[in-house]
């Protein structure tokens, strides 16, 4: 069976494409924005087609031959995502349509049309209606509330606040009732639908218990084996909720905002499809789901995070603005005795935990700075210790280019007045570090001004502490 999967490198796609890529039963095909994102493995050996959901032709390409298409594409990094996933969707029921598709496995959100549905629950609902609305194609369309698994931003909302505060001050919200999935289980649904023999589109909707966020919150503390004391309260405004959860947890204000105006309408079941047609599922319950999270990343095995993408990645003029930098901070440092190879693991480890080599209170003092101004701040942290790929985010950084061995390029995501990088390459038998910057008017230009003593120590120190590093690494 000829499997399309769409949004591959998301929270839910990159999940699926691990478990896809070992079902003997599948010819697996993956449609990605960027080749360059998947490993060496996946692209020598599956089918793999590059393109973006807006351009007609390459949707030919990922779809001919097709029997059964995951869509997971999503647009909520970007301003106008409602009208995105709009036009995205029809291009891909069109040309689903035009391939002889015979099914679209479709992951939306529970919530119901009304007057006070969220932009992002519509937007959802909306998705589902465009892929479900050809007679020709059959749309299983699996509608799934809160995802609980590490790495899922509705978790490590719940995670950071029920860590960060033994008393919590709360909107009304928290009273509201949802019925929140594990991400395995929301797997094992999306698996199954390939195989469900039904000729129909269904709207199947999944979760396990009903219960209020409060609830998740004091059931997530336990799981935690912390004791904590929620105070509800009647005046906090979206506004004010997303600028809360901005300061005490890794989303930006933006998505805490799409994210509270859900919270807003129940997120609960309406239909008895999963049972119907899927009844040998059992979800996990909410703090079975919790436990196998936490788990997960103590061990460090989080395998995908809601910052994973974001689009900016694949803007390839990167290397044609660093050029463009005016301002930059150069350091240079010969390789002599050095182990290359373990000079660039300890590049790799830069960030997160692992801290900045130097002068990390000068690093965490900007990271508070730019949470209070509604940044991303610090604490996206690390996905993993060691390994970085490219397009993930390490604290308040981007991956944008990662040659293993030779180069990584970092895009700064913090709020500054201008556009920053910072790049590590290793060249003949040099490491040249890099801090470029193309400063916006004149309060650009103050700024990289007034940050120039203190790049003189952090940059200085950053290069000769790699290099001390990479001793103690091991191959
Ligand atoms: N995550 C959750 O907790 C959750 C909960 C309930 C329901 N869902 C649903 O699950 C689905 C997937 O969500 P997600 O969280 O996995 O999303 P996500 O992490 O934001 O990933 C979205 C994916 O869409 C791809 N994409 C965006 N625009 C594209 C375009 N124009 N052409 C091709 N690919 C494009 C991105 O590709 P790049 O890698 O190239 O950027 C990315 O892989 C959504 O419908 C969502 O509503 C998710």
Redesign the pocket.
């Known amino acids: 069976m000829k499997i399309l999967l ?8 990159r999940r699926l494409k691990n478990i896809l890529i070992q079902d003997l039963r599948i010819d697996l095909r993956i ?4 080749k360059k ?1 998947l490993s060496k493995d996946i692209l020598a050996d599956f089918d793999v087609v590059e ?4 351009h007609l032709e390459d949707l030919e390409k990922a779809l001919c031959g097709v029997d059964v298409a995951f869509y ?6 970007q301003e106008n995502y409602k009208d ?1 996933d709009k036009i ?1 969707a029809q291009n891909f029921i069109t040309i689903a349509q035009k391939c002889n598709v015979k099914k679209i496995i ?4 529970l919530g119901v049309k009304n007057d006070h549905i969220s932009e992002h629950l519509m937007s ?1 609902i909306e ?1 589902g209606e465009i892929l479900s609305s050809s007679s020709l194609v059959q749309t299983i369309w699996i509608r ?4 609980i698994g590490s790495g ?3 978790f490590e909302i719940i995670r950071n606040l029920v860590e960060k505060l033994p008393c919590m001050i709360t909107p009304k919200w928290v009273e509201t009732f949802a019925q929140p999935i594990g991400v395995d289980d929301v797997m094992s649904y999306l698996i199954e639908a390939i195989f469900l023999e039904t000729q129909e589109s269904l709207i199947v909707d999944i979760g396990t218990n009903k219960m209020r966020y409060k609830e998740m919150m004091l059931e997530t503390a336990e799981v935690l084996g912390l004791k904590r004391v929620l105070l509800s309260v009647p005046f906090m405004t979206i506004e004010l909720s997303s600028y809360w959860l901005n300061l005490f947890t890794p989303v930006s204000f933006g998505m805490a905002k799409a994210l509270i105006e859900g919270l807003k309408s129940e997120v609960v079941i309406q239909n008895d499809n999963a049972q119907k047609y899927f009844s040998h599922i059992e979800p996990m319950s909410y703090k079975q789901a919790v436990q196998k999270a936490v788990d997960e990343i103590k061990d460090n095995q989080v395998i995908s995070r ?1 910052s ?4 900016t ?2 803007d390839t003029t990167h290397h044609d603005k660093i050029n463009d930098a005016i301002f930059v901070d150069r350091q240079i440092a010969d390789l002599g005795h050095y182990d290359k190879e373990k000079v660039f693991k300890a590049i790799k480890s830069i960030g997160g935990k692992n801290g900045w080599f130097d002068y990390d209170f000068l690093w965490e003092i900007r990271g508070i700075i730019d949470k209070a101004i509604g940044g991303a701040g610090l604490s996206r942290g690390r996905r993993d210790d060691c390994d970085l790929r490219l ?1 993930e985010c390490l604290d308040f950084w981007r991956v944008v280019d990662l040659d293993e061995g030779n180069r990584l390029l970092l895009l700064a995501q913090m709020k500054v007045p201008g556009d920053a990088w910072l790049e590590f390459k290793i060249e003949k038998n040099q490491l040249i570090q890099s801090a470029y910057f193309y400063p916006k008017g004149i309060f650009g230009r103050l700024y990289w001004y007034s940050l120039v003593p203190l790049h003189y120590f952090i940059f200085k120190n950053m290069i000769q502490r790699i290099l001390e590093n990479s001793l103690v690494i091991e191959r």
């Open positions: 769409t949004g591959a490198n998301g929270y839910i796609g449609f990605v924005r960027n994102s393109g973006d959901s807006f997971l594409i999503h647009s909520l990094h995105l995205s479709y992951l939306g959100g959802r998705t799934a509330g809160v995802i899922s931003a509705s809601w994973d993408t974001d689009g990645t694949w397009g």
